[in-house]
């Protein structure tokens, strides 16, 4: 009989949907990083990961009644930290490819944000001051986007074209270690609206349009890979559409500029799922080992 797992929405496991050992790997989109201490978890990775306790990737295991379970998501990771060491805030987080063995059978992968600067990027284009002269006039502006493709080339795009055969070699190295695992490749929450919402996040339309064409381009690329790589592709991107950081908080999956949330009552990370979103990540998982 299935149950659901307290505070989530996540169907348990059930005899049919268990797994023996479930990895995974990712950076904090799939950590689904928290500031909060009394929700880091320090099982698997160091403090500096922050590492959320009610991450997808906790959530998945505990529905499949994984019997083995390692979690080496940590924030700031790239396609680098999979295969190499990652330092981080009081600790290393030691290569997150250490934790398959010959015998996992399910991977979920979540990366490749870090490795084109999507994080940065957002950062960038944050315009703190109000256009001038005011009362404001329709905020179109497009600062930051007319930095990134300056010369004609988008830098961006450039990006995400180099970070292609990286998602594609971690792949690969996956498949080296252990033989027989599910691959799940996870996309990124739609997380940037359509139009703007200054002064609550204080981006310009233009530079809003362009990061919601951006996170499109590069989630594209990660369901290329999958498809070239004959891996699972998990699709959090359109099936959380509404959820982005200009809604209010209890519709919001992921938080915008403020550090503070309501899901749950805390501290967040900017421009990171929050609880809702990391409970959308892990049923999106489930609804594909499960298919």
């Not at 979540?110 to 256009?131: E, Q």
Request: charged share 15%; with cysteine.
């Amino acid at each position: 009989m299935t149950g659901f797992l307290a505070g989530t929405g996540v169907a348990a496991a059930t005899p049919a949907s268990a797994v023996a050992e479930y990895v995974a790997l990712g950076d904090s989109w799939s950590a689904d990083s928290t500031p909060m201490p009394t929700m880091i978890s320090t099982r698997d990775v160091p403090w500096g990961c922050l590492q959320s306790a009610g991450n997808y990737p906790k959530q998945v295991a505990a529905a499949l009644g994984a019997r083995k379970f390692r979690d080496a998501t940590c924030g700031s990771a790239t396609t680098d930290a999979l295969a190499g060491p990652q330092s981080v805030p009081h600790g290393m987080n030691q290569p997150q490819f250490d934790r398959l063995t010959a015998t996992t059978d399910l991977v979920t992968l979540g990366i490749g944000g870090n490795d084109v600067g999507l994080a940065g990027a957002v950062s960038d284009c944050l315009n703190l001051l109000p256009p001038l002269p005011l009362p404001l006039p329709p905020l179109l502006g497009n600062p930051c986007a007319a930095r990134w493709t300056a010369g004609g080339v988008d830098e961006m795009s450039v990006r995400i074209a180099a970070a292609e055969p990286k998602i594609a070699a971690a792949i690969d190295g996956i498949r080296l270690r252990s033989p027989h695992a599910t691959v799940l490749l996870v996309d990124y929450l739609q997380g940037v609206p359509r139009h703007g919402c200054w002064p609550l996040v204080p981006m310009l339309d233009g530079d809003v349009r362009w990061l919601r064409a951006k996170l499109e381009e590069f989630n594209a690329m990660l369901a290329r890979v999958a498809v070239a790589k004959s891996v699972r592709f998990v699709d959090t991107y359109t099936t959380s559409a509404g959820h982005d950081f200009c809604q209010l908080p209890g519709t919001t999956w992921v938080e915008g500029l403020l550090p503070l949330s309501l899901t749950p009552v805390g501290l967040a990370a900017p421009f990171h799922p929050n609880q809702l979103g990391a409970d959308h990540q892990a049923l999106r998982v489930l609804d594909e080992v499960r298919r």
